[in-house]
């Protein structure tokens, strides 16, 4: 059972958006930046977000990310096939002194 | 950025102890705090603990405390984590990745290294 809450599975088409939500609580979200991560099949994780809403070099601005009181949002527009990935979002857990992640969201693009 | 490469895969017996390396490139490995994270076949991203390059100062996930180790050795810019009492729960893909300090963001990976855990 993660610390993190997130939707098993999301799916949309082509060029559509689609969101990804991670639920937390005080002693995580509600206090911490928040990161996320991409794991496409066979490869290692890779930051796609981080301090909530920041993006590393060379992230396309199609991802976004927002945080809401002890909540987390990935964003993702224009979808492409190459898209289609596990997401994690992550943080640190004041209560448990410890990096937590979510259980991860499986992203199929019709 | 930093590269992270890992020692290669592991085949070890219940009750055993397992040593993955964690070798970086560049002028980078003191700037940056080592993590390591394991995943299981088909599941999430688990968290075990962090370790200062410079001080050596660490911090491990509960789960782990008294089963886990992480050191270093700055002359070749390498990290270790080792892990006891193995068991086959314990069978996974260990990453190590570098974070900032004070930070809790992944930011560079290694290629992980699979370690399973059979009698």
């Known amino acids: 059972q993660s610390v993190l809450t997130q939707p098993p599975s999301v799916s949309a088409a082509p060029g559509q958006k689609v969101t990804i939500s991670c639920s937390g609580s005080?002693?995580?979200?509600?206090?911490?930046?928040v990161s996320w991560y991409q794991q496409l099949p066979g490869t290692a994780p890779k930051l796609l977000i981080y301090?909530?809403?920041q993006r590393p070099s060379g992230i396309p601005d199609r991802f976004s990310g927002s945080t809401s009181g002890t909540s987390a949002t990935l964003g993702i527009t224009g979808l492409q096939t190459g898209d289609e990935a596990d997401y994690y979002c992550g943080t640190w857990d004041n209560s448990l002194s410890a990096g937590v992640f979510g259980g991860g969201t499986k992203l199929t693009v019709l | 950025q930093v590269q992270l490469v890992q020692s290669g895969a592991e085949v070890k017996k219940p009750g055993a102890s397992v040593k993955v390396s964690c070798k970086a490139s560049?002028?980078?490995?003191?700037?940056?705090?080592i993590n390591w994270v394991r995943q299981a076949t088909g599941q999430g991203l688990e968290w075990m603990g962090w370790m200062n390059p410079n001080s050596g100062d660490t911090g491990y996930a509960q789960k782990f405390q008294g089963r886990v180790a992480m050191t270093r050795d700055t002359s070749i810019k390498t990290a270790y984590m080792e892990l006891s009492s193995l068991r086959s729960e314990d069978s996974a893909v260990y990453y190590c990745?570098?974070?900032?300090?004070?930070?809790?963001?992944?930011?560079?990976w290694g290629q992980g290294t699979l370690v399973t855990v059979s009698s």
């Open positions: 560049g002028n980078t490995f003191n700037s940056n705090d």
């Open positions: 005080t002693s995580n979200i509600g206090n911490n930046y």
């Open positions: 990745a570098t974070s900032t300090s004070g930070s809790s963001s992944l930011g560079d």
């Open positions: 301090d909530s809403n």
